[in-house]
């Protein structure tokens, strides 16, 4: 054997050796910063992910190997978390347009209820400043909730229309509570139905939407009459 030929040989399975190593943990890296970017990606509709996620994924991996990153940057993290929530209320409020109906309803029902219950001479418990009842505030968020709606501002929409259920289901509670005239769990109903129906995702169709919004509305005209989304109008005039 050639003097020096056993270590030069030795020399050469090292390195051999520790480029091995280096290619797999760079492998490893790899596969460790993809699965972190589909992790981030959940954030994303279902459907939006398996239409964009694997371009989208790909275009971060090339932007972290140019910039030599083993992990998401803050900015990353931020930006796929907020665009993901922000295409997840779009995605709930314009799953189908049909959805516009029953959201139109209630807020047609709505305005109508303004005058219903302007009673500015009249002074009772349940009363908010010239109207005898507060769901007024629900009916101004549901209001303009689908002035959004139609406006394809549907993150805002949906928050709104979100709020106006709040605000009218705390209302219910309370005027049964404290026995104010109005307004009813039969209006609750209605109009926690309709306005749900029109922010919802449309998980079984826009027929079943459309079929649930026309039940309830005929139901609410049938049952309740012109005072839809109030109190017996009779007392608040007689008061």
């Known amino acids: ?38 992790r981030l990606l959940r954030w994303y509709p279902a459907r939006w992910r398996a239409q964009n996620g694997a371009a989208m994924v790909g275009a971060l991996l090339d932007q972290a ?38 959201l139109g309803v209630v807020a047609a029902m709505s305005a109508l209820y303004f005058p219903t219950t302007w009673a500015p001479n009249v002074s009772y418990p349940g009363t908010l400043g010239p109207f005898a009842n507060p769901s007024v505030v629900a009916s101004a968020l549901v209001i303009v909730s689908f002035g959004l709606a139609l406006a394809s501002r549907q993150g805002a929409a949906r928050i709104l229309g979100l709020s106006a259920i709040i605000v009218e289901l705390v209302v219910g509670v309370v005027a049964a509570r404290e026995n104010w005239l109005g307004p009813s769990w039969s209006t609750v109903v209605v109009f926690v139905g ?22 309830l509305a005929i139901v609410a005209a049938s049952v309740f009459g012109p005072a839809l989304w109030a109190f017996a109008t009779e007392a608040v005039a007689g008061l």
């Open 65 to 102: 190997e140019d910039e030599r990153r083993d992990r998401p940057t803050a900015g990353d993290r931020v930006s796929l978390v907020v665009g993901g929530i922000q295409q997840t209320l779009r995605s709930a409020v314009t799953g189908s347009r049909w959805s516009l109906i029953p």
């Open 1 to 38: 054997m050639t003097p020096g030929a056993g270590d030069s040989s030795g020399t050469a399975g090292s390195t051999a050796a520790a480029a091995d190593s280096a290619a797999d943990s760079a492998a490893d890296s790899a596969a460790a910063l993809r699965a972190e970017y589909e």
């Open 194 to 215: 309709l306005t749900w129906l029109g922010i919802a995702p449309a998980r079984r169709g826009k027929t079943v939407s459309l079929g649930l919004a026309a039940l």
